[in-house]
């Protein structure tokens, strides 16, 4: 959609006001939001292709899920479009039934049949964000089988292989290839059977709070209130996303009230504006982690004395006292904290002298050469020079190795690393298995195999006892089982000292200015901007 140049002018004119009013306080407009963020990684819209958390949060507000995690308790489900669902005794279907009345903002009315046509897209164009739906057995060819309208109002989900529900419920809840089209709109636009692809990338076509009026690559995003949307009209007239890569300019811009929301900052800039009473801070904890992550088919790390003498020498408390305010709290087990499965963190600690026993043991009593692959920026580059000074001290000599995102974890995907410092897990699901999945499991430990998806098998670390512990977790209808087997994998991952050794689960902090009203950042990073309002 292109908007008017007048409103263009009107927009950029009470959104630039810092580069006019050098000295005098501005006021963002009392019915528009105005939100600051980078927007360097957002390359398309379309939700069958778009990864990141920024463009989670856009399309939160352009489009509608089946399914709502609660901002307030994320393991609880909330309706959204289904008003209602029920899950087969045998656990193999999922009904859901629609709301009636629903209307894209086009005008259509939303059935199941758009439900169904909006998830089997991502099957068959078969993105990087079918690869979750592919780890529950859907494919391209049965996926129309699967998942179906019965009727106008009804969708229904047969699962193809045994799985536990909650994952999927949870998968429809947050999963930004979740959000339903308007069927008819988007293949309208259809070209060379792309269901649409092509058009997406810069266009929405959803029932969400917002409409997308227009969206500038790296420049900026306007979207206007939906006064059709279902849930009642949203409280504010316009939300315009702004990109701004600069942390001190976020700083400034919020400090002055130019900016509504500003998000991306930097810690020391977080941390001067927490003292302000302008401008107050919401910190939202995400589900993946940061780890310190071995490549088994290097030697050294092969031998389980190795990995441990490893985990011994990460100042797990240093590194989160230090590095990682703003950025992530202490987490060393495999799966975001707050999840009933979860032990407690075991307790690892710098402790240089027991590594040293462990590589002497191993036949390293002089240590070894190696290297650290990470992103040059914070706080992946700061842990891992943490990390390269306390190897240093059991004689493990390490050199870091920067790069891209496409370099340091192309080469985790190509299995060609020593160390790497990064950041994964199975992201906003809550339930164990997603990030077990995720930085665990490995069915198959070939090279060939190529399972790059699994975080597990990029690190060559391969446990048949893992592995079908993990297996019978997902399946096992017992909550009370399941959980005991949850923690005994646990145990066990500890025992066998797993190639991925998180250090802290990341979490986001968003500034907001005073007089917004009602801002509620969510974890899955599906925030909505619906109730928002201004106390002015």
Do not use: C
């Not at 229904?156 to 909650?166: A, F, G, H, Q």
């Amino acid at each position: 959609m292109s908007i008017l140049p007048s409103l263009w002018a009107r927009v950029l004119a009470a959104t630039l006001v810092v580069g006019v009013l050098p000295v005098a306080y501005a006021k963002t407009p009392a019915d528009q939001l105005i939100v600051g963020m980078s927007m360097i990684n957002l390359l398309s819209l379309d939700p069958a292709a778009a990864t990141g958390l920024d463009v989670s949060e856009i399309n939160a507000n352009l489009y509608d899920m089946l399914l709502v995690q609660d901002v307030a308790q994320p393991d609880r489900l909330l309706p959204a479009l289904a008003e209602r669902w029920q899950v087969s005794d045998d656990r193999k279907t999922l009904t859901f039934n629609l709301r009636s009345g629903v209307q894209f903002q086009s005008g259509n009315p939303l059935t199941a049949e758009d439900v169904a046509w909006s998830l089997q897209r991502v099957l068959k164009l078969n993105l990087a964000l079918a690869s979750t739906w592919k780890a529950y057995g859907f494919t391209a060819e049965n996926v129309e089988r699967s998942m179906r309208a019965t009727d106008a109002n009804t969708f229904v989900i047969e699962l193809p292989r045994p799985t536990d529900p909650m994952l999927v419920l949870n998968t429809l809840a947050t999963s930004p290839s979740a959000f339903i089209l308007d069927r008819k709109k988007v293949l309208e636009h259809e070209k060379n059977n792309d269901l649409g692809a092509a058009w997406l990338v810069t266009h929405a076509a959803g029932s969400g709070a917002f409409v997308l009026n227009d969206w500038r690559a790296n420049d900026v995003i306007l979207m206007s209130r939906f006064d059709g949307y279902w849930g009642g009209p949203a409280k504010l007239k316009r939300i315009v996303m702004r990109n701004m890569t600069e942390s001190q300019s976020l700083r400034l811009m919020i400090e002055r009230g130019d900016l509504d929301i500003a998000k991306g900052m930097s810690a020391p800039d977080i941390e001067a504006l927490q003292k302000s009473d302008k401008v107050r801070t919401q910190t939202l904890q995400r589900g993946t982690l940061y780890y310190v992550a071995l490549s088994v088919k290097q030697p050294m790390f092969a031998d389980a004395r190795v990995r441990k003498a490893v985990r011994s020498l990460i100042d797990y408390q240093g590194i989160n006292q230090t590095v990682m305010p703003h950025y992530g709290v202490l987490n060393q087990r495999p799966m975001p904290l707050g999840l009933a499965a979860r032990l407690p963190d075991p307790g690892y600690t710098l402790n240089v002298e027991e590594a040293k026993k462990l590589l002497a043991e191993a036949g390293y009593p002089n240590g070894f050469k190696t290297s650290i692959r990470v992103l040059a920026e914070p706080p992946f580059i700061n842990i891992a020079s943490n990390l390269q000074s306390t190897l240093a001290q059991a004689g493990i000599e390490a050199s870091i190795i920067t790069g891209t995102g496409n370099q340091i974890y192309g080469a985790m995907r190509e299995r060609s690393f020593d160390i790497i410092v990064g950041r994964g897990g199975g992201g906003a699901e809550r339930h164990p298995h997603s990030s077990l999945r995720t930085l665990v499991y490995n069915p198959d430990n070939r090279d060939e195999a190529k399972l790059s998806n699994f975080q597990g098998w990029r690190t060559s670390f391969y446990s048949p006892e893992l592995n079908q512990l993990i297996e019978s977790a997902e399946v096992e209808s017992d909550a009370n089982k399941q959980l005991a087997q949850y923690q005994q994998i646990q145990q066990q991952l500890d025992q066998q000292v797993g190639a991925i050794l998180p250090v802290s689960q990341m979490t986001d902090t968003v500034l907001v200015y005073a007089d917004v009203a009602d801002f509620k950042g969510h974890t899955a990073a599906t925030t909505r901007y619906k109730d928002v309002y201004k106390k002015r």
